[in-house]
């Protein structure tokens, strides 16, 4: 039945994912883009964001790397 189906939402399929990223060695300033923003930007999916979307990924990663400057 339907009705006995777990509920996941955005949120629990964005700490999946990226708890999956983690353990996958992913650098830690994307992990943070993707749990900031709920969505991942890559080159294949970048037709379809919007420009806000990607200005907020963009300030998403400059704000990380910003809050840890000895981070690689």
């Not at 830690?28 to 749990?35: E, G, K, N, T």
Request: charged share 25%; with cysteine.
């Amino acid at each position: 039945m339907f009705e006995d189906e777990p509920k996941t939402g955005p949120a629990d399929v964005s700490r999946t994912l990226t708890d999956a990223m983690e353990r996958a060695g992913v650098h830690p300033a994307y992990v943070a883009a993707v749990r900031r923003c709920g969505f991942v930007y890559t080159q294949e999916n970048a037709h379809s964001l919007t420009a806000d979307q990607v200005d907020r990924w963009n300030q998403a990663l400059d704000e990380w790397f910003a809050d840890h400057p000895d981070a690689p």
